[in-house]
């Protein structure tokens, strides 16, 4: 899901808006800072949390900013361009332009182009480019003509791929459009035309992109009101040749067909794009945000002072020029994946954390055909058609795929890590090809378990259970739980049936091995787990000590120690915190033996126990479950297997906790409910009166 929060406007005053809007919204070298640059004169620094201007500067009349202003995030200073040529660097202390550093160069600048960890890049209005560094110790240097006279730079980005920057910029020249990619580092550009349909070209182009594996995924809005996609090689093995690529229907009327200003897209992330513009003709103006892998749309809002058609986003902040304002509307996308859209999906994530790992890529998948999206199947089949021709990304991927299939663990495991070394975060589906041959090796060879291997790539926290099916099936053959655990840890779309044997296999080890791993403490790894293992910190030890006699699989209650020992806490936390959706979980559920369900909701009825009474939390694992997450698996437990446990007789004490803690559950919501209902009705009275300028002072006593 995604939401658009309120909106704010930005102060004015000393900005200047021309017909079509600013020349560009910039990030500076601060998170919450931004350059905004009028199409006049001026640039204004804008702390964005204060709502207010940091700094401003301006040009001398007669001359005009032709360039956006942009940060140079190595050094801190800001670089922009008056009059076409002219470029000028400066920083906060400096207060007259006219004062700070010029440089007049020998072509026209089309735009500056600033991303982190590289210098910013020039791009010239016929098609060069330069990185500032270069440009600065030989202004006036000659600048090569890369395109012809009559192709205009209509939309530029630049990327970072492996530590080079990717310079993409689209050209128009009577209609017709063209795109260049060029490699900073090697030099290398590469030429192609974009195949249009008649009734598809743009009146006006809109161009949004984004890295997809060896691709540039180009997106444009068109007349008929659609959303197109190009995929288009970073790599190419003809850079000479002029290389035809045709797009493919990604959105259906996503804008007004009718529609002529006022429109823009942008993409928010691998799976949103925000869309500005009309939904029906003569409608007014939206903001939408729509889901591209889902095709739906997730929110809007409408637009009634109409913008200039431009559209910017840092971070997790849109600017847009809405009337003559510029307004910040901050926005939430959540991971898009099938468990947030029909069931549960963890939300929390702690600080210091990595993020949610990327699904699985199927157009990439061997063996996998769609039947049902056209616009897909034409989109894999020219990614199938185009990826032949291009360089590796990695080098030595191939030698250690070769090195997989039969050497030793050891050397597998030696080459491995010199791999990761040299690799960079955003290699995921090599690292899913990788994870698939050291799989299809273990399934041909019953003694293959390269443990070491596999731990080392699920910690790259790059994976999930789509872009390596099996490994969670082999972990379930060798009984593997520090595995499983990390991979309920990390995987946002674990099949439910899965979860299910997890956690069939975390409640079904014996006593006797319970009842060694509490008395003796030794330093033997048992099924992947030490008793220094991260999962059992001090404060878990410290609550297996309390525990006592815990290990017996059932307690009398009411609970006063936790049933489990901490590291079967730490594998059913994991459980707890894993993604699920019911209708698919409840059948699972019911091939779980009676018994290790009893023990499972003695469990959780101790958690709650823990939770609500305000005790010290000194479970194991990461991060405690919540008491809506222990909610939810007692319903679960309950509603699959109630005649299960209902006949048996350690279970009637516990059926009868649970009926008491459910009895204060519903009383605690409907005393929250009278309170909800109290306070919107003073809500209401405080609406309906006007302060008129007065003060005053109200105190309100709720029993």
């Given at each position: 899901m ?39 004169r ?22 005009s ?13 800001y ?22 550093f ?14 982190q960890?590289?210098e ?17 110790a ?37 209609e ?10 090697s ?25 997809d ?22 790599y ?16 259906k ?61 840092h971070?997790e902040?849109?600017f ?28 929390t ?7 949610m ?8 998948c ?15 089949l ?21 090195i ?17 070394a ?5 290699f ?23 443990r ?48 299910c ?7 079904s ?34 609550l ?5 006699d ?38 699972h559920?019911?091939?779980i ?20 009474g305000?005790?010290?939390m ?8 919540t ?14 297997n ?26 605690i ?31 309100l006593?709720?029993?």
């Amino acid at each position: 899901m995604a939401a658009l929060e309120e909106e704010f406007t930005l102060s004015t005053a000393v900005l200047g808006a021309g017909p079509e809007g600013f020349l560009g919204v910039e990030q500076s070298d601060k998170a919450d800072q931004f350059l905004v640059t009028d199409s006049g004169r001026t640039v204004v620094l804008y702390k964005v949390s204060d709502q207010k201007p940091l700094g401003s500067w301006s040009v001398k009349q007669g001359q005009s900013i032709t360039c956006p202003a942009v940060c140079n995030f190595q050094t801190g200073e800001y670089i922009m361009v008056h009059d076409n040529k002219v470029l000028r660097i400066w920083n906060n202390e400096d207060v007259n332009l006219d004062k700070v550093f010029k440089a007049t160069l020998s072509a026209e600048v089309h735009r500056i182009h600033s991303v982190q960890r590289t210098e910013p890049l020039v791009l010239f209005r016929r098609g060069a480019a330069r990185g500032l560094e270069a440009l600065l110790a030989e202004p006036q240097q000659n600048i090569e003509a890369v395109i012809p006279e009559e192709e205009v730079i209509r939309w530029s980005e630049v990327f970072m791929l492996f530590k080079q920057p990717v310079l993409i910029f689209i050209t128009e020249n009577h209609e017709n459009y063209f795109a260049y990619v060029q490699l900073c580092k090697s030099h290398t550009l590469s030429k192609y035309t974009l195949l249009l349909g008649k009734e598809e070209k743009s009146v006006k182009p809109n161009f949004t992109a984004r890295v997809d594996g060896k691709f540039i995924s180009l997106m444009s809005l068109s007349s008929d009101g659609c959303m197109y996609e190009t995929l288009i090689p970073i790599y190419s093995s003809d850079t000479e040749k002029n290389q035809r690529l045709v797009r493919a229907l990604m959105l259906k009327a996503v804008v007004s067909g009718s529609a002529r200003n006022g429109v823009a897209l942008t993409v928010l992330d691998q799976d949103h794009v925000a869309v500005l513009g009309p939904p029906l003709p003569a409608s007014k103006e939206y903001l939408s945000i729509w889901n591209i892998k889902f095709q739906t749309l997730q929110t809007s809002k409408e637009l009634p002072q109409g913008t200039s058609g431009q559209l910017w986003y840092h971070g997790e902040i849109l600017f847009m020029l809405h009337g003559k304002c510029l307004t910040v509307i901050p926005y939430k996308c959540e991971v898009s994946c099938l468990a947030s859209a029909l069931g549960k999906l963890k939300h929390t994530q702690e600080s210091g954390t990595h993020s949610m790992p990327h699904f699985v890529n199927w157009e990439t998948c061997s063996g996998y055909e769609r039947g049902s999206y056209s616009a897909d199947q034409s989109r894999t089949l020219r990614r199938k058609k185009t990826e032949a021709t291009l360089q590796p990304e990695v080098p030595g991927f191939k030698q250690l795929l070769s090195i997989i299939k039969k050497d030793s663990e050891k050397h597998i495991e030696v080459e491995l890590r010199k791999f990761l070394a040299k690799s960079t975060p955003d290699f995921d589906t090599l690292i899913g090809d990788i994870v698939a041959g050291l799989l299809g090796r273990c399934k041909a060879e019953s003694s293959f378990y390269p443990r070491s291997c596999l731990m080392q790539l699920i910690q790259t926290h790059v994976l999930s259970c789509s872009l390596c099916p099996g490994l969670m099936e082999i972990a379930l053959e060798h009984t593997d739980v520090q595995m499983l655990q990390l991979c309920l840890q990390q995987f946002p779309d674990i099949p439910e049936s899965t979860t299910c044997a997890c956690l069939k296999l975390f409640l079904s080890d014996t006593i006797q091995d319970e009842k060694k791993e509490t008395e003796e403490q030794t330093e033997i790894v048992q099924n992947g787990f030490s008793p220094e293992d991260s999962s059992c910190s001090t404060d878990s030890r410290q609550l297996n000590k309390q525990a006592g006699d815990a290990t017996k699989e059932t307690i009398a209650f009411p609970v006063t120690s936790c049933p489990v020992t901490p590291k079967r806490a730490a594998l059913l936390n994991a459980v707890l915190h894993s993604a699920y959706s019911e209708p698919f979980l409840l059948p699972h559920l019911k091939d779980i033996p009676g018994k290790h369900i009893t023990l499972f909701l003695q469990y959780l009825y101790f958690l709650y126990l823990k939770c609500s009474g305000n005790a010290a939390m000194t479970l194991p694992g990461k991060s405690p479950p919540t008491v809506s997450q222990i909610m939810d698996w007692i319903c679960l437990l309950l509603d699959a297997n109630f005649t299960v446990v209902l006949m048996i007789p350690e279970a009637k004490r516990l059926l009868l906790n649970l009926y008491n803690f459910v009895k204060s559950q519903i009383s605690i919501y409907s005393e929250l409910n009278k309170i909800e209902v109290s306070f919107r009705e003073l809500q209401k009275l405080n609406q309906e009166k006007s302060s008129r300028g007065l003060y005053s002072i109200e105190v309100l006593e709720l029993f």
